[in-house]
């Protein structure tokens, strides 16, 4: 099973950056899928990027609009989601998710970091 923390979030004003890091832990992370979803309160969680890990292809969400990166360590078995131009409907509990790459759905999820962006 695998064990997923996320850290970086916080409150930014409207224009700044952030850097969201997610550690894993439990298993190899070979032939997965890591990504990350936010949720606002009375809202679904949603996606916003995705990795997969052997050879580091990537996916976006079209609100993301360049203005997010998603990378990964392999060394470190930690993926980072770099926000740039934050706004305030990027206001979000964002949480980083795995997924093998047979699984149509994310099967574990972090406990999820607060980003809030201010006006």
């Known amino acids: 099973q695998v064990q997923l923390v996320e850290s970086g979030g916080g409150l930014v004003q409207a224009g700044d950056s952030l850097r969201l890091s997610c550690a894993a832990s439990?298993?190899?992370?070979?032939?997965?899928?890591m990504g990350w979803l936010r949720q606002t309160p009375g809202k679904e969680r949603e996606f916003v990027a995705a990795i997969y890990w052997n050879g580091g292809s990537t996916d976006y969400a079209d609100f993301v609009e360049g203005r997010f990166t998603i990378s990964r360590d392999n060394a470190k078995n930690t993926m980072y989601l770099q926000m740039n131009s934050l706004q305030p409907e990027d206001t979000a509990v964002y949480y980083c998710a795995w997924r093998d790459l047979w699984s149509p759905t994310w099967k574990a999820y972090g406990q999820g970091t607060q980003v809030t962006v201010s006006s």
């Open positions: 439990g298993r190899t992370l070979r032939n997965s899928y």
